[in-house]
């Protein structure tokens, strides 16, 4: 029996010596709402994009501006005989200055329809926003599932390497039921786990370089310059240790409960609250810049018109006499009569193009709502395996392992057994990790569908402010009931 005591205290100090592994050198923690706000802020995108609506600005000032006139410097009527300026009365140094004026109405037009479309540049940052918490947020929780995974393959490590050594001290001393292919077992589990925990690894790394690429801001303003290229960090410099997601994960709202339960839920009202998303917001733009369109064909009905005025310059008479010199105005114009292949034609043309806008909003409310379904879908399966790991999985293999290994200790069990249990055990814990990140993952994309076009200009993080919670579980049972 004392070998047998021997044995279960070895395992339970090694349980011991497995959870203080998790212990770990102090490393910059960037929790999700600090990894949110600095792809926020490091977004070179939305610089552009703010870029971008001054042009269409100035733009709009400009095109509500006449055309320049235009200024002519001639000589007319010069005798080629002599090529003298006194000779013919006719002979005149002539400038004439011409002022055409646009068609109807088309100039406060394009200025209004500029101005509508310098409009859609606000939703367009509101909608990447929207997309960049969703992107971050599913970076940061694949960083967070690899970063606990590896956490939780370190807590079982010392034990399994425990447990090989009790294996092999038992079959040495031919102590209890221990045979060399126990032995050989538990150092092949030790190798698996090994290669299981390099690939975690592996994960966590390329998870963490995803993830910094939102996080990294690039000085860009010694480009074109001639200095060197500088970058640095935002958050943390290169000098400073490699950082880490938080410890625990956040408590995700999702938005808009009530709408998605099957006993409320009604396609026409998920239409309607999409309505407001940035997305379909910038096509309503688009549709009212293309209506624009047609009020600027419909201009080509109107004739432009022009105005010029000259005045020509006579020199005197060989015998000395002066001539009066001369002055005209004038009016041109263009008629629009052969209007059925031209100006019919491209007020046409104008209209289809508005009315294709609208399938095009359709055809994108469409696919929001099947993606919105697809994700509370996957949501009610998700919440519906998360029970059943809380309420009997993790408890089971819990039991199973400690079960196993009293037999164990007892003689009246098989050492495979307890490796089996145990690593049954770790899996379920990973298994139960898993679904709480995708369960996460999938609330922000469906948060994402609910972003409101009418906080384009104060845009507020859904996240922000939540803080992290103790508890790693997220509660979506509400979903679809």
Do not use: C
């Not at 040495?172 to 190798?191: F, P, S, W, Y």
């Not at 995700?252 to 379909?280: F, V």
């Not at 998700?382 to 999985?393: E, V």
């Amino acid at each position: 029996m004392k070998m047998h005591q021997l044995r279960l205290s070895s395992i339970t100090l090694s349980l011991f010596l497995g959870l203080s592994a998790i212990t770990t050198q102090a490393q910059q923690v960037i929790s999700l709402d600090q990894a949110i706000a600095l792809a926020h802020q490091n977004d070179p995108w939305l610089q552009g994009n703010e870029l971008q609506q001054q042009a269409i600005e100035y733009r709009s000032i400009a095109s509500n501006t006449l055309p320049d006139p235009t200024v002519s410097l001639s000589i007319a009527n010069l005798p080629t005989d002599a090529w003298n300026l006194e000779q013919e009365g006719m002979t005149q140094l002539k400038v004439g200055v011409a002022q055409m004026f646009p068609r109807g109405d088309s100039l406060t037009i394009k200025a209004n329809q500029l101005k509508i479309e310098a409009s859609k540049y606000p939703l367009l940052r509101a909608e990447r926003k929207a997309k960049l918490t969703t992107i971050v947020s599913e970076l940061w929780l694949e960083a967070y599932l690899a970063q606990q995974t590896v956490r939780l393959i370190e807590a079982d490590w010392s034990l399994f390497e425990q447990m090989a050594e009790v294996a092999k001290v038992s079959y040495a001393n031919a102590v209890g039921k221990t045979r060399q292919q126990d032995v050989i077992r538990a150092q092949l589990e030790i190798v698996q786990l090994e290669d299981r925990l390099t690939a975690q690894k592996q994960k966590l790394e390329t998870s963490v370089a995803r993830l910094n690429e939102w996080l990294h801001v690039v000085d860009i303003s010694a480009i074109g310059q001639g200095n060197q290229f500088e970058s640095q960090f935002a958050y943390f410099d290169e000098s400073t240790q490699p950082f880490r997601v938080s410890e625990k994960l956040p408590q995700l709202a999702l938005a808009k409960t009530n709408l998605l339960k099957n006993s409320q839920y009604s396609r026409s009202q998920l239409a309607q609250e999409l309505m407001d998303h940035p997305a379909l917001a910038v096509i309503d733009i688009k549709q009212q810049v293309f209506e624009k369109n047609i009020d600027l064909a419909e201009q080509q009905y109107k004739p432009q018109w022009g105005v010029n005025a000259s005045y020509g310059y006579r020199d005197d008479t060989p015998s000395g006499d002066s001539r009066a010199d001369l002055f005209s105005v004038g009016v041109s114009f263009d008629l629009p009569l052969f209007t059925e292949n031209k100006q019919d034609k491209q007020v046409a043309a104008s209209v289809a193009e508005a009315q294709a806008i609208k399938t095009e909003k359709l055809l994108l409310t469409k696919q929001m709502i099947s993606a919105v379904e697809k994700e509370v879908r996957q949501l009610q399966r998700l919440s519906q395996r998360q029970a059943i790991y809380q309420q009997q999985l993790l408890t089971q293999t819990e039991e199973q392992a400690e079960a196993s290994l009293t037999a164990y200790t007892n003689d009246d069990g098989d050492f495979a057994e307890v490796v089996r249990s145990r690593i049954a055990q770790l899996n379920a814990r990973i298994s139960a990790l898993q679904i709480d990140v995708e369960a996460l993952k999938a609330v922000a994309r469906v948060n994402y569908f609910f972003s409101q076009a009418s906080n384009q200009n104060t845009y507020q993080n859904p996240y922000q402010n939540k803080g992290l919670q103790d508890t790693p579980r997220l509660n979506v049972k509400s979903v679809g009931e």
